[in-house]
């Protein structure tokens, strides 16, 4: 278990919806990383928050959106769902921003938009 | 940019045999290298990492890897395949000196180990 906990695992939702994953990080963890992991995109990096505030955004695309709260807590948005969204989002957290440590994962969360 | 490459999608070997999984990289200066192990409806765990030091570095479960500047390398390795290291494996780097704290990961080496 990595500590880092998402909800929820799985999410069956309609084209054209919106829903919303959450992320909480492991205990004492500042940063949180997005990504999205499909069959043929593989592993893609979307967003990153520091302790609250937007630090780098990767492959996001603008009907996605996310946020970090003041408990650290993180929620990515997705709206205006299409077919090609349904992938596995996964969270990853780390202590601080320093490069050379390493990003823990949650489980990811299953979206299946049909 | 940097940028990672697994050039294999799925590497075969029987139980008891060394196995090794490659994986190349690009950055502008001293690359940060990590592997992940994703079992099946699992998050990524994190193996190990090279910073900077000894080019060969020990992880979890028995799994090691060699840098290797000049081939710009970073294979990881075990001795002795188990039936349950069987999963996806992921390459993934980070360039210091762009400030670009996002890991970017390879496409993944699927292990499969054979009893």
């Known amino acids: 278990d990595s500590g880092v906990t998402q909800t929820p695992k799985h999410l069956i939702t309609a084209t054209g919806q919106r829903v919303t994953l959450r992320c909480s990080p492991r205990?004492?963890?500042?940063?949180v990383y997005w990504y999205q992991q499909s069959l043929d995109q593989g592993l893609q990096f979307l967003i990153q928050y520091y302790n609250g505030e937007e630090r780098a955004k990767g492959n996001i695309l603008e009907r996605f959106s996310a946020q970090q709260f003041p408990d650290l807590h993180s929620e990515l948005n997705l709206s205006s769902l299409e077919l090609g969204d349904s992938a596995l989002y996964f969270c990853?957290?780390?202590?601080?921003?320093?490069?050379?440590?390493?990003?823990?994962f949650g489980q990811g969360t299953r979206l299946t938009v049909v | 940019a940097q940028s990672v490459a697994q050039p294999e999608d799925q590497v075969n070997v029987a139980e008891g045999n060394p196995l090794t999984v490659k994986c190349t990289y690009s950055?502008?200066?001293?690359?940060?290298l990590f592997w992940y192990v994703q079992y099946p409806n699992r998050g990524l765990q994190f193996l190990l990492k090279?910073?900077?030091?000894?080019?060969l570095v020990k992880g979890s479960y028995g799994f090691e890897a060699e840098f290797n500047k000049s081939q710009t390398s970073f294979h990881l390795k075990k001795p002795s395949a188990l039936v349950s290291d069987s999963a996806l494996y992921f390459c993934a780097v980070r360039d210091p000196n762009t400030g670009r704290r996002a890991l970017t990961f390879g496409s993944g080496t699927r292990l499969q180990v054979q009893p």
């Open positions: 990853a957290s780390s202590v601080v921003e320093v490069t050379n440590t390493e990003a823990f």
């Open positions: 205990s004492g963890d500042l940063s």
């Open positions: 950055v502008s200066g001293n690359p940060y």
């Open positions: 090279y910073i900077t030091g000894d080019n």
